[in-house]
């Protein structure tokens, strides 16, 4: 069964999307129980998509007893994704709308906004051309903006490699994905923003947001240099 912990205003308007969340809670749990079909996956999670009719995607964080402990609770991503809705707007920088949070059979989820387009990382890989009006400057530019107002909210993303940055296909829009390792500072000492200890009492160390969006951008120019 299906349990649903929390739902964010946007998902509570949206009667299409309550209707189809309702009408597929049965898909939803086979999908939990096989989850084969996937759009991407990282050490903590995995996203899976939905045929329905807002195509929302699922987020499904891995069981604990397989050795991975979230770095951040389902509930706590959402709520950071909820406070940087809008942010970005203005410069075409956007972040997936979260919808609620819920658990199946120990599995937690978020059901969100499914970003019509490819990661970095996509494009690199397989070649993918990007939309006519793209200009590197200029997306260097927005994310660096978006970073800037990001962290004086004081909120810090710490994966911010080639899979977690979009490019929604036909627009351009720009979108910063996965907050799963993302955390909420209100001191300035980056060794500390960036460094944590595991439950087992090892530390781990982050690449600042700046660092990781700088391997990102090399990647894209050399990319965009040989096609």
């Not at 939990?32 to 050490?43: C, M, T």
């Not at 080639?162 to 955390?183: A, P, Q, R, V």
Request: net charge negative; aromatic share 10%; glycine share 6%.
């Amino acid at each position: 069964m299906i349990e649903t912990e929390y739902q964010t205003d946007f998902f509570e308007r949206t009667i299409t999307l309550k209707e189809a969340w309702m009408r597929s809670e049965e898909e939803i749990e086979k999908l939990l129980n096989n989850l084969e079909k996937r759009l991407g996956e990282g050490k903590t999670a995995l996203v899976t998509s939905l045929n329905i009719d807002e195509e929302p995607c699922l987020k499904v964080y891995k069981k604990k007893e397989n050795g991975i402990v979230y770095k951040v609770s389902p509930k706590t991503e959402l709520d950071k994704m909820i406070e940087l809705q809008n942010l970005g707007n203005d410069i075409g920088v956007f972040v997936p709308e979260p919808h609620l949070v819920g658990n199946h059979d120990d599995l937690e989820f978020i059901l969100m906004e499914k970003v019509k387009g490819y990661t970095i990382k996509d494009i690199v890989t397989n070649n993918i051309e990007l939309p006519a009006n793209f200009s590197l400057d200029d997306f260097i530019g927005r994310v660096k903006e978006f970073l800037a107002r990001m962290h004086e909210k004081r909120i810090y993303h710490r994966d911010l490699h080639w899979d977690n940055i979009m490019i929604e296909k036909g627009t351009g829009k720009i979108y910063i994905i996965d907050f799963g390792s993302s955390t909420s500072s209100f001191g300035d000492d980056e060794s500390e923003i960036y460094r944590e200890k595991t439950p087992s009492g090892e530390t781990i160390t982050f690449k600042t947001d700046e660092d990781e969006f700088k391997e990102v951008c090399k990647e894209l120019r050399n990319y965009l240099l040989t096609n």
